[in-house]
């Protein structure tokens, strides 16, 4: 069983509009964290954000806000007013502190975005 | 702001060929992972290092793959004898202590002919 769901695996906006990524994650345990990264076409991999489970808080940063509910497993993310430079693949991942001893990131398959002018 | 480092850019390498992949972490980070990506999937993790040896390895990770920090400085992937199917994207990373972010390097695109 997949542990991270990117269910949408492109999504096409045209800019200004909002456009918000999924992610449903399974872990049996309590403590783990989660995160998402951003790969533009470049294809680096770029920290976007950082969750642990026990704080279910939204966060918003600028243009981009995170949705955490526990109750329903997701993370998921929203861009609002979207531009062409937000196009890239999304990666939502989760690490498990518990059951490894590595913070080894298990990625889920990415949402590719593309923002249209 | 500091950054993982990763040499070279792109690798072209004959099947069979040994080849090394070479990192620099962020320099007082303490753990450090290798990742690939296959074009087009999905980020896999293959090892994790921590106190000069391995802390955790995927079923990726077979005897044709090693790490080694030879230097204090640099992390290194070595692929003994290359197969077709290691073409992808390595990606280095380090991370200052436990539950902290994982700071990616650029990625080696390493191409098996």
């Known amino acids: 069983a997949q542990k991270v769901t990117q269910a949408q695996t492109e999504i096409s906006v045209v800019e200004k509009e909002d456009v918000t990524l999924d992610c449903v994650y399974e872990t049996r345990d309590t403590t783990y964290y989660l995160f998402w990264y951003k790969q533009p076409p470049s294809g680096e991999l770029v920290f976007l954000i950082r969750?642990?489970?026990?704080?279910?808080q939204n966060e918003i940063s600028g243009r981009y806000s995170w949705n955490f509910q526990k109750s329903t497993s997701s993370f998921n993310f929203t861009i609002t007013a979207s531009q062409v430079v937000d196009s890239a693949v999304y990666f939502c991942?989760?690490?498990?502190?518990?059951?490894?001893?590595?913070?080894?990131?298990?990625f889920g398959t990415g949402t590719r975005l593309q923002v249209f002018p | 702001e500091p950054e993982v480092t990763q040499t070279p850019s792109h690798q072209v390498t004959q099947m069979g060929q040994e080849v090394i992949l070479r990192c620099v972490p962020i320099?007082?980070?303490?753990?450090f992972y290798w990742y690939r990506q296959i074009l087009g999937q999905k980020v896999e993790f293959l090892v994790s290092?921590?106190?000069?040896?391995?802390?955790?390895k995927s079923e990726i990770f077979d005897d044709q793959f090693s790490v080694e920090r030879p230097d204090g400085s640099n992390f290194t992937l070595k692929i003994r004898s290359t197969k077709l199917e290691d073409s992808a994207m390595y990606f280095c990373?380090?991370?200052?202590?436990?539950?902290?972010?994982?700071?990616f390097g650029d990625g080696t695109r390493l191409s098996i002919l």
């Open positions: 290092f921590y106190n000069n040896e391995i802390s955790e």
């Open positions: 320099s007082n980070h303490l753990y």
């Open positions: 990373a380090s991370m200052l202590l436990r539950n902290q972010p994982q700071h």
């Open positions: 969750r642990n489970s026990f704080d279910e």
């Open positions: 991942a989760l690490s498990e502190p518990a059951r490894q001893n590595t913070d080894k990131l298990i």
